[in-house]
């Protein structure tokens, strides 16, 4: 069954710098997202992608974040000037059409130091 | 944002009862809801879908109930298994493409 991978697992990372964390969404899929759950809360919407642009973003999704499909596999989320409260669980996911369920990644497992 | 939030924070049940567990949601635009089940080091897994023209739908061991009345959603588990044990979210999605999670309910099966 065709699967979202995301990597890496785990990035551990120093306040005030940059990562970019990576997303291979389903291969037929349109619609591509990041999702973030700090540790025992909710997991909360972040940006929301099609057509090679952002279609909806949180209030969390700030000018830290950006997202970028650079070719025709990959979806990353870029967080610059990392902060401590960035920690948390990074989930990417992909839907067929808009309102359609998302089928989510493994994530990737942010600390910052 | 958007508030959807669970009754039960943990439920405790024993293998081979049925579960349920439930959701109350906050935009009574949403028309279109999904129940996940999260695993300890996974993402969310779709289980069920319900779409707001329904208020009800099966799957195999599951059902989903939609009282738009109350904005109230509930996940039924037949005949609950060990591997039922995880986090089960509810996810309500307004007119667009975007989902709000609650906060999560913790079903443990005692075996």
């Known amino acids: 069954e065709p699967e979202v991978t995301q990597t890496p697992s785990h990035q551990v990372t120093q306040m005030g710098q940059e990562v970019i964390l990576r997303c291979v969404p389903i291969?037929?899929?349109?619609?591509f997202y990041w999702y973030r759950q700090i540790l025992g809360q909710k997991v909360e919407f972040l940006v929301s992608f099609y057509n090679n642009e952002i279609s909806e973003k949180s209030e969390i999704f700030d000018d830290q974040f950006s997202v970028e499909r650079p070719d025709g596999s990959n979806f990353t989320l870029k967080i610059r000037s990392t902060k401590l409260e960035d920690s948390a669980m990074y989930f990417c996911?992909?839907?067929?059409?808009?309102?359609?369920?998302?089928?989510f990644g493994n994530g990737t497992r942010l600390t910052v130091t | 944002g958007e508030s959807v939030g669970l009754h039960l924070p943990t439920l405790s049940v024993q293998e081979g009862d049925n579960s349920i567990i439930n959701c109350a949601y906050s935009?009574?635009?949403?028309?279109?809801f999904i129940w996940y089940k999260q695993e300890s080091g996974k993402g969310p897994q779709f289980i069920i879908d319900i779409r707001s023209n329904m208020d009800k739908r099966q799957g195999q061991r599951v059902t989903v109930l939609l009282n738009k009345t109350v904005k109230h959603l509930s996940l039924q588990i037949a005949a609950t298994q060990p591997g039922d044990s995880a986090v089960y979210f509810c996810?309500?999605?307004?007119?667009?493409?975007?989902?709000?999670f609650g906060t999560g309910t913790s079903l443990t099966v005692i075996p």
């Open positions: 996911a992909s839907s067929e059409a808009g309102s359609s369920p998302l089928h």
């Open positions: 996810a309500e999605s307004p007119p667009g493409n975007q989902f709000y």
């Open positions: 291969s037929n899929h349109l619609y």
């Open positions: 935009n009574s635009a949403s028309d279109y």
